[in-house]
Protein backbone atom coordinates (compact mmCIF):
# COMPACT_ATOMS: atom_id res chain seq x y z
CA UNK A 1 0.00 0.00 0.00
CA UNK A 2 1.46 3.19 -1.28
CA UNK A 3 0.68 6.65 -1.52
CA UNK A 4 2.04 9.70 -3.97
CA UNK A 5 4.39 11.87 -3.12
CA UNK A 6 3.32 15.40 -2.63
CA UNK A 7 5.13 16.95 -5.65
CA UNK A 8 4.72 13.94 -7.38
CA UNK A 9 1.00 14.09 -8.93
CA UNK A 10 0.04 15.86 -5.72
CA UNK A 11 -0.07 15.82 -1.95
CA UNK A 12 -0.98 12.17 -1.44
CA UNK A 13 -3.78 9.94 -1.74
CA UNK A 14 -6.05 8.21 1.29
CA UNK A 15 -8.45 5.44 0.54
CA UNK A 16 -12.08 6.42 1.52
CA UNK A 17 -13.18 7.37 4.94
CA UNK A 18 -13.76 5.12 7.53
CA UNK A 19 -17.37 4.59 8.74
CA UNK A 20 -16.38 3.68 12.25
CA UNK A 21 -18.88 1.31 14.65
CA UNK A 22 -20.99 0.61 11.79
CA UNK A 23 -22.53 -2.58 10.08
CA UNK A 24 -22.00 -3.65 6.20
CA UNK A 25 -24.36 -1.96 3.84
CA UNK A 26 -23.97 -3.83 0.85
CA UNK A 27 -25.69 -6.84 -0.30
CA UNK A 28 -22.93 -9.39 -0.23
CA UNK A 29 -23.35 -12.65 2.09
CA UNK A 30 -22.63 -12.21 5.38
CA UNK A 31 -19.58 -14.26 6.90
CA UNK A 32 -22.17 -15.22 10.11
CA UNK A 33 -19.04 -17.13 11.55
CA UNK A 34 -17.09 -14.10 11.88
CA UNK A 35 -20.06 -11.56 13.14
CA UNK A 36 -23.17 -13.19 13.89
CA UNK A 37 -25.28 -10.18 14.26
CA UNK A 38 -23.58 -8.48 11.09
CA UNK A 39 -21.68 -5.85 13.01
CA UNK A 40 -17.80 -5.33 12.61
CA UNK A 41 -15.63 -8.00 13.87
CA UNK A 42 -12.04 -7.92 15.51
CA UNK A 43 -9.24 -11.04 16.02
CA UNK A 44 -6.04 -10.20 17.19
CA UNK A 45 -2.51 -11.62 18.82
CA UNK A 46 0.23 -10.21 19.81
CA UNK A 47 3.29 -13.08 20.42
CA UNK A 48 5.00 -13.69 23.17
CA UNK A 49 8.71 -13.46 23.28
CA UNK A 50 8.81 -16.98 24.71
CA UNK A 51 6.79 -17.81 21.77
CA UNK A 52 9.06 -16.17 19.34
CA UNK A 53 11.85 -17.79 20.65
CA UNK A 54 10.42 -21.37 20.24
CA UNK A 55 9.76 -20.79 16.70
CA UNK A 56 12.34 -18.97 15.18
CA UNK A 57 11.65 -18.85 11.44
CA UNK A 58 7.89 -16.97 12.82
CA UNK A 59 8.99 -13.63 11.32
CA UNK A 60 5.15 -12.38 12.62
CA UNK A 61 5.23 -10.59 15.98
CA UNK A 62 1.79 -8.93 15.78
CA UNK A 63 -1.36 -10.08 13.85
CA UNK A 64 -5.05 -8.82 13.85
CA UNK A 65 -7.79 -9.39 10.98
CA UNK A 66 -10.56 -7.06 10.75
CA UNK A 67 -13.91 -7.87 8.99
CA UNK A 68 -15.90 -4.54 8.58
CA UNK A 69 -15.31 -1.34 6.28
CA UNK A 70 -11.61 0.41 5.79
CA UNK A 71 -9.97 0.96 9.42
CA UNK A 72 -6.83 2.54 7.52
CA UNK A 73 -7.77 5.12 5.53
CA UNK A 74 -8.72 9.11 6.69
CA UNK A 75 -11.42 11.39 5.58
CA UNK A 76 -10.25 12.81 2.75
CA UNK A 77 -11.67 15.48 0.15
CA UNK A 78 -13.86 13.50 -2.42
CA UNK A 79 -17.33 14.06 -1.23
CA UNK A 80 -17.58 9.84 -1.98
CA UNK A 81 -15.53 6.66 -1.95
CA UNK A 82 -13.25 6.35 -5.03
CA UNK A 83 -11.93 2.92 -4.15
CA UNK A 84 -13.57 0.13 -4.60
CA UNK A 85 -16.04 0.02 -1.17
CA UNK A 86 -16.22 -3.69 -1.86
CA UNK A 87 -13.71 -5.07 0.00
CA UNK A 88 -14.72 -6.47 3.53
CA UNK A 89 -11.72 -7.82 5.13
CA UNK A 90 -8.27 -6.31 6.22
CA UNK A 91 -5.22 -7.90 7.89
CA UNK A 92 -2.12 -6.29 9.37
CA UNK A 93 0.94 -7.82 10.69
CA UNK A 94 3.79 -6.35 12.45
CA UNK A 95 7.32 -8.62 12.27
CA UNK A 96 9.78 -8.42 14.86
CA UNK A 97 12.06 -5.37 15.44
CA UNK A 98 9.25 -3.51 12.73
CA UNK A 99 7.92 -0.25 14.37
CA UNK A 100 4.46 -0.09 12.44
CA UNK A 101 2.56 -3.07 10.46
CA UNK A 102 2.03 -3.35 7.05
CA UNK A 103 -1.56 -4.13 6.03
CA UNK A 104 -3.91 -5.82 3.25
CA UNK A 105 -7.17 -5.33 2.27
CA UNK A 106 -9.08 -7.98 0.06
CA UNK A 107 -12.46 -9.68 -0.13
CA UNK A 108 -13.64 -12.93 2.22
CA UNK A 109 -16.03 -14.86 0.86
CA UNK A 110 -17.23 -18.69 0.81
CA UNK A 111 -16.14 -20.42 -1.69
CA UNK A 112 -19.27 -21.41 -3.30
CA UNK A 113 -21.10 -19.62 -6.20
CA UNK A 114 -23.86 -18.59 -4.47
CA UNK A 115 -21.48 -17.35 -1.80
CA UNK A 116 -23.19 -19.30 0.87
CA UNK A 117 -21.32 -22.28 1.83
CA UNK A 118 -18.29 -23.76 1.46
CA UNK A 119 -14.79 -22.49 3.26
CA UNK A 120 -13.32 -18.80 3.60
CA UNK A 121 -11.48 -17.64 1.16
CA UNK A 122 -10.12 -14.26 1.08
CA UNK A 123 -8.47 -12.83 -2.05
CA UNK A 124 -7.05 -9.29 -3.20
CA UNK A 125 -6.54 -7.62 -6.38
CA UNK A 126 -4.72 -8.92 -9.35
CA UNK A 127 -6.10 -13.03 -8.23
CA UNK A 128 -4.18 -12.70 -5.14
CA UNK A 129 -4.65 -14.92 -2.07
CA UNK A 130 -4.81 -13.38 1.35
CA UNK A 131 -5.07 -16.43 3.67
CA UNK A 132 -7.95 -18.90 4.17
CA UNK A 133 -10.30 -18.59 7.25
CA UNK A 134 -12.53 -20.76 9.62
CA UNK A 135 -13.57 -20.50 13.27
CA UNK A 136 -12.88 -23.23 15.81
CA UNK A 137 -14.76 -24.31 18.05
CA UNK A 138 -13.58 -21.00 20.98
CA UNK A 139 -14.71 -18.69 18.26
CA UNK A 140 -11.04 -18.26 17.66
CA UNK A 141 -10.26 -17.40 14.12
CA UNK A 142 -7.82 -19.47 12.72
CA UNK A 143 -5.75 -17.68 9.52
CA UNK A 144 -4.05 -20.65 6.94
CA UNK A 145 -3.12 -20.33 3.59
CA UNK A 146 -0.94 -16.86 4.30
CA UNK A 147 1.10 -16.47 1.47
CA UNK A 148 4.87 -15.89 2.24
CA UNK A 149 5.01 -12.52 -0.21
CA UNK A 150 1.12 -11.02 1.16
CA UNK A 151 3.16 -7.58 0.75
CA UNK A 152 5.10 -7.85 -2.35
CA UNK A 153 4.37 -7.54 -6.04
CA UNK A 154 4.42 -9.88 -8.40
CA UNK A 155 7.59 -11.12 -9.95
CA UNK A 156 9.54 -9.35 -6.90
CA UNK A 157 11.63 -12.29 -6.42
CA UNK A 158 13.71 -11.12 -9.86
CA UNK A 159 13.38 -7.59 -9.61
CA UNK A 160 14.97 -8.00 -5.63
CA UNK A 161 17.42 -11.19 -6.13
CA UNK A 162 16.94 -14.38 -4.02
CA UNK A 163 19.19 -12.39 -0.57
CA UNK A 164 16.43 -9.56 -0.58
CA UNK A 165 13.61 -11.76 -1.33
CA UNK A 166 13.79 -13.83 1.39
CA UNK A 167 14.65 -10.47 4.23
CA UNK A 168 11.57 -9.27 2.43
CA UNK A 169 8.98 -12.24 2.42
CA UNK A 170 7.00 -13.78 5.62
CA UNK A 171 8.33 -16.61 7.75
CA UNK A 172 8.18 -20.12 6.92
CA UNK A 173 6.46 -20.42 10.12
CA UNK A 174 3.97 -17.78 8.95
CA UNK A 175 0.83 -19.62 8.64
CA UNK A 176 -1.61 -21.32 10.63
CA UNK A 177 -2.21 -18.25 12.89
CA UNK A 178 -5.02 -18.41 16.09
CA UNK A 179 -6.21 -15.23 16.84
CA UNK A 180 -8.80 -14.44 19.63
CA UNK A 181 -11.76 -12.03 19.11
CA UNK A 182 -11.50 -8.58 20.35
CA UNK A 183 -13.38 -5.44 20.53
CA UNK A 184 -13.44 -3.59 17.10
CA UNK A 185 -11.84 -0.56 18.79
CA UNK A 186 -8.63 -2.66 19.54
CA UNK A 187 -8.68 -3.64 15.39
CA UNK A 188 -8.83 0.26 14.90
CA UNK A 189 -6.07 1.31 16.90
CA UNK A 190 -4.06 -1.12 15.69
CA UNK A 191 -5.01 -0.03 12.08
CA UNK A 192 -4.03 3.57 13.22
CA UNK A 193 -0.56 2.74 13.66
CA UNK A 194 0.05 2.27 10.41
CA UNK A 195 -0.61 5.93 9.21
CA UNK A 196 -1.21 8.02 12.12
CA UNK A 197 -3.74 10.95 11.76
CA UNK A 198 -2.33 14.20 13.11
CA UNK A 199 -5.55 15.76 14.86
CA UNK A 200 -3.93 19.52 13.85
CA UNK A 201 -5.04 18.94 10.31
CA UNK A 202 -8.20 19.08 11.41
CA UNK A 203 -11.65 18.33 9.20
CA UNK A 204 -11.00 18.59 5.34
CA UNK A 205 -10.95 21.62 3.13
CA UNK A 206 -14.64 20.24 1.60
CA UNK A 207 -16.15 20.46 4.84
CA UNK A 208 -13.97 23.37 6.17
CA UNK A 209 -14.88 25.38 3.47
CA UNK A 210 -18.41 25.26 2.30
CA UNK A 211 -19.82 25.68 -1.56
CA UNK A 212 -21.62 28.64 -1.03
CA UNK A 213 -18.98 30.05 1.40
CA UNK A 214 -16.01 33.03 0.31
CA UNK A 215 -12.73 32.01 1.43
CA UNK A 216 -9.05 33.84 1.61
CA UNK A 217 -6.04 32.55 2.08
CA UNK A 218 -2.70 33.58 1.54
CA UNK A 219 0.84 34.86 2.74
CA UNK A 220 3.02 38.04 2.19
CA UNK A 221 6.78 36.88 2.61
CA UNK A 222 9.48 39.33 3.92
CA UNK A 223 12.84 40.07 2.84
CA UNK A 224 14.63 38.07 5.74
CA UNK A 225 12.53 35.23 3.93
CA UNK A 226 13.12 35.95 0.69
CA UNK A 227 17.29 36.77 1.39
CA UNK A 228 17.27 33.25 2.60
CA UNK A 229 15.55 31.73 -0.57
CA UNK A 230 16.92 32.77 -3.12
CA UNK A 231 15.15 30.56 -5.90
CA UNK A 232 11.46 32.07 -4.73
CA UNK A 233 9.92 34.69 -7.12
CA UNK A 234 7.06 34.73 -5.37
CA UNK A 235 6.44 37.51 -3.12
CA UNK A 236 2.99 37.62 -2.57
CA UNK A 237 0.03 34.96 -3.25
CA UNK A 238 -3.68 34.82 -2.62
CA UNK A 239 -6.12 31.70 -3.07
CA UNK A 240 -9.38 33.00 -3.39
CA UNK A 241 -13.22 32.71 -3.62
CA UNK A 242 -15.15 35.19 -3.84
CA UNK A 243 -18.29 36.64 -5.49
CA UNK A 244 -17.28 35.84 -9.36
CA UNK A 245 -16.61 32.02 -8.24
CA UNK A 246 -19.36 31.63 -6.25
CA UNK A 247 -21.41 32.37 -8.73
CA UNK A 248 -20.01 29.81 -11.74
CA UNK A 249 -20.68 27.19 -9.19
CA UNK A 250 -24.31 28.77 -7.87
CA UNK A 251 -26.16 25.42 -10.41
CA UNK A 252 -23.46 23.45 -9.14
CA UNK A 253 -23.95 19.72 -7.45
CA UNK A 254 -23.03 20.42 -3.82
CA UNK A 255 -23.17 16.38 -3.48
CA UNK A 256 -19.89 15.99 -5.60
CA UNK A 257 -18.50 19.26 -3.81
CA UNK A 258 -15.56 20.62 -4.40
CA UNK A 259 -16.03 18.98 -7.86
CA UNK A 260 -16.40 21.79 -10.36
CA UNK A 261 -15.06 24.66 -7.32
CA UNK A 262 -13.30 27.67 -9.14
CA UNK A 263 -10.38 29.18 -7.33
CA UNK A 264 -8.41 32.16 -8.09
CA UNK A 265 -5.08 32.55 -7.38
CA UNK A 266 -2.85 35.79 -7.35
CA UNK A 267 0.64 36.16 -7.73
CA UNK A 268 3.40 39.21 -6.95
CA UNK A 269 6.52 38.55 -8.34
CA UNK A 270 9.78 40.22 -7.35
CA UNK A 271 10.20 41.26 -11.24
CA UNK A 272 6.52 42.64 -11.35
CA UNK A 273 4.80 45.32 -9.75
CA UNK A 274 1.36 44.41 -10.57
CA UNK A 275 -0.53 41.11 -9.65
CA UNK A 276 -0.59 37.82 -12.10
CA UNK A 277 -3.96 36.35 -11.57
CA UNK A 278 -5.12 32.60 -12.94
CA UNK A 279 -8.48 30.95 -12.07
CA UNK A 280 -8.43 27.49 -11.55
CA UNK A 281 -10.92 24.09 -12.05
CA UNK A 282 -10.74 21.47 -8.79
CA UNK A 283 -12.16 18.12 -7.72
CA UNK A 284 -11.30 16.48 -5.19
CA UNK A 285 -8.94 13.52 -5.39
CA UNK A 286 -7.81 11.26 -2.48
CA UNK A 287 -7.12 14.19 0.28
CA UNK A 288 -6.47 17.19 -1.83
CA UNK A 289 -7.88 19.38 -4.61
CA UNK A 290 -6.59 18.67 -7.79
CA UNK A 291 -6.94 22.22 -9.83
CA UNK A 292 -6.76 22.23 -13.19
CA UNK A 293 -5.40 26.11 -14.69
CA UNK A 294 -8.59 26.98 -16.88
CA UNK A 295 -9.14 29.75 -19.81
CA UNK A 296 -11.68 31.71 -18.25
CA UNK A 297 -9.73 34.50 -18.37
CA UNK A 298 -7.11 34.37 -21.13
CA UNK A 299 -6.93 33.39 -24.46
CA UNK A 300 -4.15 30.67 -23.90
CA UNK A 301 -2.43 29.22 -26.65
CA UNK A 302 -1.55 26.11 -25.40
CA UNK A 303 -3.92 23.40 -23.76
CA UNK A 304 -3.19 24.85 -20.47
CA UNK A 305 -5.69 21.92 -18.85
CA UNK A 306 -2.34 20.28 -18.27
CA UNK A 307 -0.76 23.08 -15.96
CA UNK A 308 -2.09 21.85 -11.95
CA UNK A 309 -1.87 23.10 -8.39
CA UNK A 310 -3.02 21.24 -5.41
CA UNK A 311 -4.32 22.55 -2.56
CA UNK A 312 -4.76 20.34 0.63
CA UNK A 313 -5.24 20.88 4.59
CA UNK A 314 -2.70 22.14 6.83
CA UNK A 315 -2.05 21.95 10.46
CA UNK A 316 -4.07 24.56 12.34
CA UNK A 317 -6.36 25.86 9.81
CA UNK A 318 -3.66 26.76 7.38
CA UNK A 319 -3.62 25.47 3.57
CA UNK A 320 -0.91 24.09 1.99
CA UNK A 321 -0.65 24.66 -1.91
CA UNK A 322 1.78 22.53 -4.28
CA UNK A 323 2.84 24.14 -7.83
CA UNK A 324 4.93 21.14 -8.60
CA UNK A 325 4.99 21.82 -12.74
CA UNK A 326 5.22 25.38 -12.84
CA UNK A 327 1.49 25.89 -12.69
CA UNK A 328 1.09 29.16 -10.87
CA UNK A 329 1.51 32.50 -12.77
CA UNK A 330 4.41 33.68 -12.05
CA UNK A 331 5.38 33.15 -15.89
CA UNK A 332 3.35 32.65 -19.14
CA UNK A 333 1.84 29.18 -18.86
CA UNK A 334 2.23 28.75 -22.35
CA UNK A 335 6.28 29.58 -22.41
CA UNK A 336 9.02 27.39 -22.53
CA UNK A 337 10.11 28.34 -18.97
CA UNK A 338 6.98 26.80 -17.42
CA UNK A 339 7.73 23.40 -19.05
CA UNK A 340 8.62 20.57 -16.46
CA UNK A 341 9.17 20.80 -13.06
CA UNK A 342 9.25 24.17 -10.93
CA UNK A 343 13.40 24.10 -10.44
CA UNK A 344 12.91 26.98 -7.75
CA UNK A 345 11.40 27.53 -3.97
CA UNK A 346 8.33 28.31 -5.68
CA UNK A 347 7.09 24.50 -5.11
CA UNK A 348 5.31 24.74 -1.46
CA UNK A 349 3.31 27.19 0.07
CA UNK A 350 1.53 27.16 3.73
CA UNK A 351 -1.20 29.91 2.96
CA UNK A 352 -2.92 31.03 6.36
CA UNK A 353 -6.68 32.34 6.62
CA UNK A 354 -7.17 36.09 5.49
CA UNK A 355 -9.93 38.43 5.57
CA UNK A 356 -11.74 38.80 2.17
CA UNK A 357 -10.48 42.05 1.50
CA UNK A 358 -6.46 40.44 1.21
CA UNK A 359 -7.97 38.35 -1.88
CA UNK A 360 -10.55 41.88 -3.25
CA UNK A 361 -9.23 42.23 -7.39
Known sequence: MTSKTMLGTGFGVALFAALAGTAFADDTP?????????????????????????????????????????????????????????????????????????????????ESGDGTTGAIHCSMDCDRTMASLKVDDKGRLIVFDVQPDLYLDAGAEDELGAAEYDKQVLGSEDDGFRLDPMPAATCK????????????????????LKPDQAFCYGRDYDAAHLGSHPGQVTQSIRVFRGPIELASFANGDVASWPDGADVTISVTTRQKSGKVTQTYFCQGEGDQWRCAASAKMSDF?????????????????????????????????????????????????????????????
Not at 49 to 58: D, I, N, T, V
Not at 197 to 207: M, N
Not at 319 to 335: E, G, K
Open 189 to 208: AEFARIDPIDPALGPPLRER
Open 301 to 361: SCDIAQKEIFLRRGANGTMMLANPNSSLPIVDLCSKVAEGDTRSDDKVFRLTPMPQSACAP
Open 30 to 110: KLTELSPNGADACFGRVYEAAHLKAHPHQKVARIFFYYGPDPVSHPNEESSPASDTSYNSFMATTVRGAQAPEWVGGWCNK
